[in-house]
Nanobody
Framework: QVQLVESGGGLVQAGGSLRLSCAASGRTFSNYAMGWFRQAPGKEREFVAAISWSGSNTYYADSVKGRFTISRDNAKNTVCLQMISLKPEDTAVYYC????????????????WGQGTQVTVSS
């Protein structure tokens, strides 16, 4: 089991920034690739970003590339998502998730999920 707890969400104006954090506990965190997903009301949960177990490889959805940065600290069992130049369409509940798969873009490949944190971007 891996337990994941997100934090750092909130209300921000368009063009602003937020930093989301995800704290992990349980099984060896560094074994897992980590991903961030988001889900807006009435929409499917979609991939945002992922990072390899070592942190050396990252992958982003086209919609956030250049604006969001994923990072991890295996010594602290945390993964972060730095978000800049936020847009109203970024409004969603953001989830972190853990996977042993290499298919990072698929939500079905993630075995463990946090409870989510709300990000609201006002125009």
């Amino acid at each position: 089991q891996v337990q994941l707890v997100e934090s750092g969400g909130g209300l921000v104006q368009a063009g602003g920034s937020l930093r989301l954090s995800c704290a992990a506990s349980g099984r060896t965190f560094s074994n897992y690739a980590m991903g961030w997903f988001r889900q807006a009301p009435g929409k499917e949960r979609e991939f945002v970003a992922a990072i390899s177990w070592s942190g050396s490889n990252t992958y982003y959805a086209d919609s956030v590339k250049g604006r969001f940065t994923i990072s991890r600290d295996n010594a602290k069992n945390t993964v972060c998502l730095q978000m800049i130049s936020l847009k109203p369409e970024d409004t969603a509940v953001y989830y972190c998730a853990a996977t042993l798969s290499t298919n990072w873009g698929s939500k079905y490949e993630y075995a463990y999920w946090g409870q989510g944190t709300q990000v609201t971007v006002s125009s």
